[in-house]
């Protein structure tokens, strides 16, 4: 199995940036296809997208294309979400989710693994 650490949240203004992390351990990272995925309070989990094994597949979720970009580095076994011109409805605890598959799926119960979240607040 493998276990993932998110970081890199914070507090940050709107129209700012911040590039979170998810590090994993465990089994050879890259045989996992990784999402992300975010929850506010009161509200459902959503996705934010998704990134292959391979790192070269990437899908996002409508509201997010073009401002949020993931990528990976197996050398280091750590994907990477970079969030530019944040919004205040952007404020949400982000979790990271692995699968051992070639892509990774919209729907958070295709997930067998998940990271403890890192919270993301946007000041207006």
């Known amino acids: 199995q493998v276990q993932l650490v998110e970081s890199g949240g914070g507090l940050v203004q709107a129209g700012g940036s911040l590039r979170l992390s998810c590090a994993a351990s465990?089994?050879?990272?890259?045989?996992?296809?990784v999402g992300w995925f975010r929850q506010a309070p009161g509200k459902e989990r959503e996705i934010v997208g998704t990134i292959s094994r391979s790192g070269v597949v990437r899908n996002y979720a409508d509201s997010m294309k073009g401002r949020f970009t993931i990528s990976r580095d197996n050398g280091k076994n750590t994907v990477y979400l970079q969030m530019n011109s944040l919004k205040p409805e952007d404020t949400a605890v982000y979790y990271c989710?692995?699968?051992?598959?070639?892509?990774?799926?919209?729907?958070?119960?295709?997930?067998?693994?998940w990271g403890q979240g890192t919270q993301v607040t946007v000041s207006s």
């Open positions: 465990g089994r050879t990272f890259s045989t996992y296809a």
């Open positions: 989710a692995a699968r051992e598959a070639v892509v990774g799926a919209m729907a958070w119960d295709e997930y067998d693994y």
